[in-house]
């Protein structure tokens, strides 16, 4: 099925996709940082270029979203179109997350993940509990963190 915009719209629509401070990264980012929490931000050091890094705890912070990452949740669904393409772009993201986190794991830094269903959509838990979950998990000494939305 051909794209319904020109390939100039559809290239100005795709530019505009946010890789780096997206909605949920900035909720999880003010929230953290009210509570006291300093971290660096995209670390091209580390891994998968984490979203938060916190080096008081040894512990890096990952704000993924559920259509890009492949979660499998409702906020997760390959496009009708061009379908054999997202679902190959689907793949290639899940493979490099999982290589990230598990050289993070070799590198001795714990790591969390926030889904992007755990903060919209009719999953997303309270804001607060999400926060309070990653507050006490940074305090803590345990080595991984995910918080997914209610299903």
């Not at 780096?20 to 999880?28: C, F, G, S, V």
Request: hydrophobic letters at 40%; charged letters at 30%.
């Amino acid at each position: 099925m051909p794209d319904i915009v020109s390939p100039e719209v559809r290239s100005r629509i795709m530019a505009r996709i946010r890789g780096t401070n997206t909605k949920p990264e900035l909720t999880l980012r003010r929230s953290l940082h009210a509570l006291g929490f300093r971290f660096r931000l995209h670390d091209r050091q580390l891994p998968g270029k984490p979203d938060m890094v916190f080096p008081r705890y040894r512990a890096v912070l990952f704000a993924h979203g559920c259509f890009w990452h492949g979660h499998d949740c409702h906020l997760h669904r390959l496009p009708s179109t061009r379908t054999e393409f997202w679902a190959a772009k689907v793949e290639r993201n899940r493979l490099l997350d999982a290589r990230a986190l598990d050289a993070l794991d070799g590198l001795g830094w714990r790591r969390g993940v926030v889904w992007e269903c755990s903060l919209r959509g009719r999953s997303r838990l309270d804001l607060q509990d999400v926060i309070a979950t990653c507050s006490m998990w940074l305090r803590s000494d345990i080595p991984r963190m995910e918080i997914r939305g209610r299903e």
